[in-house]
């Protein structure tokens, strides 16, 4: 296979699109795919101030560097979950940290979800008994963003979401009909409240395989463990599902995301569910809730 | 595992209900919740004249044999569509008449496909390369059902297909996000124009697993051999998807398709899609058709 744009050996053969590239090439077609992405999806402007969400993983580092190449004003951000500290947590900052060195001292910051809240997720999960990790973990995170997005005031915050991340949710809400959550799953929230920061996800139409070609293209000294907790999760089931349709049939897993777009945009699917939810603010921190009271992520810290 | 009714050792484990029943309970259970589907759909009455579509496989003999046993006015209906003549079609016929004779001459009627239109289903699908035989079978059985439906004056056409045959049809048109079909597909199709025959599903909440289980404990003897055509089916594939889901998830199947026509029926999801299509009659059989001039299956033997 060969490259389509010089005719040297491919390195990253992409069946979906049909053509294959030479890491050279790739890497310049991955950031300019990219840039039109956020130009045809409206993700933000070039003098907006964003927020990255890194994880120390392929596709946040990814996505942080060809943010960083495209010129916009971005500034990571690492929340520091305590998970496994020395194998994971730990190690996933370092990750970040050289990143940051080596893109000339690119500027981040960092949460230490202990150090400020007073537990980590795995603590907190263990207090709570009954309540699964990854989802604290996941109402943490979302909390800590927001927070610092409108703290910090960025216009955006942008994450790593890749098309099987994206795929695989979409499968999710749709085994169960979940309308209200097929109504809102999107590559842009928009901030529909003042205190509810944007969210976009750059990367959502790329697979998996060549976010992660991306990064071992740039020579990305990324974090090869997943998450301990994420073992035998369900979404990674439904990858392999969705990776199963995409072998028997190449392009399955971009057209089963992209149809549902086209489809919900077109023909106003579940658009009886997308009327806005009603939202008030937490009377502890704030932020955007639907519940009444407390949010559920001051709730956590309450009622010890 | 004990049989919920008598506490007999169980014959047949059904994890999406979570309970179990020996040989005899099973049956009756069959019975009677086949029963409550047709009332609870509405899908026809005591008196009313039934046309059953019979393959010789499992399901279509097993709804046969339910439907005959429940005292309904029902004739069996054999296509005989061509296929590998003495290893498939010849075969499965020899299924249904021992069928009808074993249930005390049960009344049925053969249509010969070539004998009545000139070519068995693969020599037609021979003479139009490109189309491929599933879907050339498909209309053929469609338009045949349909006539012999009207012709005899009968309220409904029954078939057999069960719950994994549905949710796999989800299952693609869900991937495709085809919300034409999304918007149609039902265990009841009513007859909307005058020459267009009422489809009804009595067996669409079942587990393939339990109408096997069925026909293997009454002791009917139909055609174990799939269909030749259907090999690397796409149908098949799904389906083999979907097990894994049930395997990791008891009750996934079934909660895939009850959701979705839940959702539909009470958020009138794909409602925009439900208008009825506008039909007219085809010009040669008086079929209803979306074409103008000829219907799909008048065309398949006039452009010769």
Redesign the interface.
């Known amino acids: 296979v060969k490259c389509r744009k010089c005719g040297e050996p491919a390195a990253v053969n992409m069946r979906q699109h049909r053509f294959a590239l030479c890491g050279e090439h790739f890497l310049e077609w991955f950031i300019a795919q990219t840039e039109r992405v956020i130009e045809k999806y409206r993700m933000f402007a070039r003098q907006d101030r964003l927020l990255v969400a890194v994880s120390g993983g392929k596709d946040s580092l990814a996505l942080w560097d060809v943010l960083l190449r495209l010129g916009y004003e971005v500034e990571g951000l690492y929340i520091d979950l305590g998970i496994d500290d020395e194998a994971y947590s730990k190690q996933s900052r370092k990750h970040v940290e050289q990143f940051a060195a080596a893109a000339g001292d690119a500027p981040y910051r960092v949460l230490d979800v202990k150090a400020t809240y007073g537990k980590s997720v795995p603590e907190l999960a263990l207090e709570k008994r009954g309540r699964k990790v990854c989802s604290l973990c996941g109402l943490v995170k979302r909390h800590v963003m927001n927070r610092l997005a409108y703290e910090g005031e960025y216009v955006a915050v942008a994450t790593g979401h890749n098309l099987d991340d994206e795929a695989a949710v979409l499968f999710q809400n749709?085994?169960?009909?979940q309308?209200g959550y097929l109504a809102r799953q999107a590559p842009v929230l928009p901030s529909t409240v003042p205190r509810l920061a944007r969210k976009v996800k750059p990367f959502f139409r790329f697979y998996e395989r060549d976010t992660a070609a991306y990064a071992v293209l740039r020579g990305i000294d990324y974090i090869y463990e997943e998450c301990p907790y994420s073992k035998g999760a369900t979404t990674i089931?439904y990858k392999e599902?969705l990776n199963?349709?995409e072998t028997?049939s190449r392009g399955?897993k971009q057209?089963?995301y992209l149809?549902?777009l086209?489809?919900r945009e077109e023909?106003?699917?579940?658009g009886?569910?997308t009327q806005e939810l009603e939202l008030s603010e937490c009377q502890n921190c704030g932020q955007p809730t639907t519940a009444s009271g407390l949010c559920a992520f001051c709730r956590l810290w309450e009622d010890r």
């Open positions: 749709t085994l169960h009909w309308t089931f599902l199963q349709l028997r399955a057209q089963f149809s549902f086209q489809a023909q106003g699917l579940f009886e569910e």
